[in-house]
């Protein structure tokens, strides 16, 4: 809607008040249409970095795996595991029962 609005010659406080949109926002997506990018090519840029965003999965090594499968085939529970070995497992208990 942005570049519609730009390609009209629209001024950016009437974009930002019809979209509900910040000034820097408006005023970021034209800059990037200046440089002869598209509306297209700044929703990739947008979607690369917003894969960057967030919480990152966590992976246990398969050393830790197979010690954790060690003391389950024994019948301990995730708890006594994470309580008794502390160190030897680089997650929460809670990461450790979500996995």
Request: hydrophobic letters at 30%; proline letters at 1%; one cysteine or more.
């Amino acid at each position: 809607m942005i570049e519609a609005y730009y390609q009209e010659g629209t001024k950016v406080t009437d974009i930002m008040k019809a979209l509900g949109r910040s000034k820097q926002t408006v005023y970021h997506v034209i800059n990037f249409l200046k440089d002869g990018h598209s509306a297209y090519d700044y929703y990739e840029h947008y979607k690369a970095n917003k894969k960057r965003c967030g919480r990152r999965k966590t992976n246990l090594s398969q050393v830790e795996k197979d010690f954790i499968q060690t003391r389950l085939d024994r019948s301990w529970s995730l708890d006594v595991i994470k309580g008794t070995y502390p160190d030897r497992i680089s997650c929460s208990m809670r990461t450790l029962y979500r996995l």
